[in-house]
């Protein structure tokens, strides 16, 4: 069977680096369903991406779609066929539909029932006559920025130069905007020449000789054999930081790298500064002794050969010095001011115009995180504490560094702290208030520093969903839901109880009390319960927990993630276990049965018990009320196993919907009281039993 190979590149104007990686896969993603759907058979995709393209070259294609034969059911013959035996007007539509005539129709039997049916057979096209259609692909491509330019609507991440299309040695012609897909590539911006491609196989090879390497792996293998080579042979460490080798790969097209220095004054600067300007700012990998120590020294990769190579190191420590010096100003000028100054200055910093200042901010944080601080059982020194970080902790946000290095916002304020006399827990809290700044970023390590994020996250929270402005869909400008998934993972890292439902009114209670955002309420924020459980199931999701045992945990009475991971926990170990089904089946025919109690106090009087059954339920659910507080979740299942012989005598004695409404009323009280007891685990009603 005859196989081709078939090349697509996208020539454009250089891409942010972070949008290469998840471009290029996302083409290759759109080209694997697009050849699915048109019925080409593959055998391969490789991916190639560099700032100025992305490139696909599929490997074994089919020479030609598969062939599709589609039967379809028209009218009933009742309906097809009039009585003399002619067709009707439905049965000619139908055929017509199809792309024939009623000569073409067949008569076949649906459960004793005649149908007529029309069998379409559809001999597959040739691959080159199917592959023009890629621009669909082309046009198709989605990007978190979007950019039009000369007189055209359409966007693209950045302006389209060239295509090119090869099926082989053959083009394959298409045309977006009024560029044509060829056969010529582009080579490196200044070393490199157009290439004129003979077949799609030469793509990889034709463009390294003009100074493109353009297979993404290789070229960072390449990065990351030369900056080991630079540090063996200078005795240094060089960190690696993931993201950072990421994006420098994608920055360059001929990777070179080079080590460059600065003076040794400079390191007198936090370490932290000093990463910053050389990692996050200049893209330069810095570097350290074997003890961990930085050193005044970098190592960077220019997008280039080694021409002129010593004229590139002096331009790029030049730069780097330039933000050194900036660095040094800003920390002796901040180190003028006190704590209480940039505070003072919060007073006129806006968090949110519909919310109020930063300093109001904080004055609202200081109340959740005293009132969370007591909750979560904080010692007296951690609460000192955590008081002090609480009414400080956003200060640096109007530092002269901060506003230059925004990354370091957090990070300086520790420093300062610091410098200025605060003991190290507060200023730790300080730094920890942001974690985890991802999904999965780290988490606070302190207690007080966990106090203080949650309460922060909370308070911006809460006043976002009180102002009215809820993430909606993909909607989420403020990444509320980022803040609250930060909430949970704290709080089940500490094993923190969080009622939600309780605390929120606590917070709201201590806002109107101190007259904070008045125009905060608490029915304003109904629908922040829901989203907090979205937020668990997306945890649970990571933990490839039961749907089922999570759908049933997250109807937690209380709102309480800690009783929600708790009770999983249980339910599924127990899941594993021959007991489960029945004690579960015993529960949910409680609960199903207690729904049609009255909505009242669940109140029992035995002098309406007419079977001793009746009494030894009672007996055993009163005892297991007065221990519930004190049980551990996992206790409270074994109790509730307990019951399960209980219950079913019970079942077996007496008939619950009795006639006479006062006996009927007592038994349903009696189960409500059980179902009350077990919806601390949530809703077992949905849990599947085997």
């Known amino acids: 069977m005859t196989t081709h190979n078939y090349l697509l590149e996208i020539g454009l104007e250089d891409m942010p680096a972070h949008v290469v990686t998840p471009s290029i896969h996302q083409l290759r993603d759109r080209m694997a369903a697009f050849l699915k759907d048109n019925r080409l058979a593959f055998a391969d995709i490789h991916e190639y991406a560099t700032p100025r393209r992305l490139a696909l070259l599929v490997s074994g294609l089919a020479d030609k779609q598969t062939d599709e034969s589609t039967e379809n059911r028209g009218p009933a013959m009742k309906i097809a066929q009039d009585k003399d035996g002619q067709w009707t007007k439905a ?30 057979n559809i001999s597959g096209q040739p691959a080159a006559q199917v592959l023009p259609k890629v621009t669909e692909i082309i046009e198709a491509m989605t990007f978190p920025t979007r950019m039009h330019w000369n007189s055209y609507d359409f ?88 993201d950072l080798f990421e994006e420098v790969t994608n920055l360059v ?97 806006m968090f949110h115009d519909k919310i109020g200042t930063m300093y109001e901010k904080m004055q609202r944080v200081a109340g959740i995180a005293h009132y969370l601080g007591e909750r979560f059982e904080l010692s007296d020194e951690e609460l000192t504490d955590l008081d002090r970080a609480a009414h400080i902790y956003k200060f640096d946000l109007v530092t002269s560094m901060v506003g230059e290095f925004p990354e370091l916002q957090g990070t300086m304020g520790e420093i300062y702290a610091q410098l200025q ?104 924020i109904k629908g922040l319960n829901d989203f907090f459980v979205d937020r668990v199931k997306q945890f649970f999701s990571t ?40 004690t579960i089946e015993a529960l ?50 074994q109790r509730l196993q307990e019951l399960r012989p209980i219950i079913d005598a019970y079942f077996d004695e007496n008939m619950v919907m009795d006639k006479d409404p006062k006996i009927q009323n007592n038994r349903l009280q009696q189960l409500r009281q059980i179902r009350e007891i077990a919806k601390l685990f949530g809703n077992l009603d949905g849990l599947i039993v085997k």
Do not use: C
């Open 155 to 242: 966007e693209y991440i950045r302006p389209l130069h060239w295509f090119v299309s090869l099926l082989d040695d053959t083009v394959i012609p298409f045309k977006v905007l009024d560029i044509e897909a060829g056969r010529t590539t582009q080579g490196h911006r200044f070393l490199g020449e157009p290439v004129t491609l003979k077949n799609a196989t030469d793509y990889e090879t034709a463009l390294a000789k003009q100074f493109v390497i353009a297979d993404e792996d290789k070229r960072g293998a390449l990065i990351k054999d030369q900056v080991t080579q630079i540090a063996n042979d200078h005795g240094w460490r060089i960190v690696m930081n993931r």
């Open 588 to 637: 949910t025919r409680v609960s199903h049965l207690a729904r049609k109690a009255k909505d009242e106090e669940p109140v029992v009087d035995p002098a309406l018990f007419q079977n001793p059954s009746e009494q030894k339920l009672y007996d055993a659910v009163e005892k297991l009320k007065v221990d519930v507080p004190n049980l551990s979740i996992g206790d409270l299942y």
């Open 421 to 524: 006399g605060e003991k190290p827990a507060v200023a730790q809290a300080i730094r920890e208030h942001y974690m985890p700044t991802s999904a999965d970023g780290k988490l606070p390590e302190s207690k007080i520093g966990s106090v203080l994020a949650i309460a922060d996250k909370m308070d911006t929270i809460m006043t976002f969903f009180g102002a009215g402005m809820v993430p909606s869909g993909s909607n989420d400008p403020y990444a509320l839901r980022r803040q609250a998934y930060g909430i949970i993972r704290i709080l089940q890292e500490h094993r923190w109880h969080f009622p939600l439902l309780r605390i929120q009114v606590a917070i709201v209670s201590q806002f109107q009390k101190k007259n904070q955002v008045p125009q905060l309420k608490l029915d304003k």
């Open 543 to 582: 933990k490839d927990a039961r749907h089922d045992i999570v759908d049933a945990v997250t109807e937690n009475q209380e709102v309480d993630p800690e009783d929600m991971f708790a009770a999983a926990q249980v339910l599924t170990h127990e899941a594993k276990k021959d007991t489960f089904k029945g």
């Open 91 to 120: 049965a000619q539509g139908f055929a017509r539909g199809q792309g024939g005539s009623v000569d073409d129709l067949e008569v076949r039997d649906v459960k004793g029932t005649p149908y007529v049916f029309y069998q379409k």
């Open 253 to 349: 097209e001929y990777p070179t790298a080079f080590a460059g220095k600065f003076d040794k004054k400079y390191l007198e600067l936090p370490d932290a500064v000093l990463i910053t300007s050389m990692r996050d700012n200049q893209r330069y990998f810095y570097v350290t002794d074997h003890n961990g120590e930085l050193l005044p020294d970098f190592v960077a990769v220019r997008n280039g050969n080694t021409d002129h190579l010593e004229n590139v190191i002096k331009g790029n420590e030049k730069v780097l010095v330039a933000r050194l010096e900036d660095a040094v100003f800003f920390y002796e000028e901040d180190q003028q001011h006190t704590i209480a100054d940039y505070v003072e200055k919060l007073k006129t910093v």
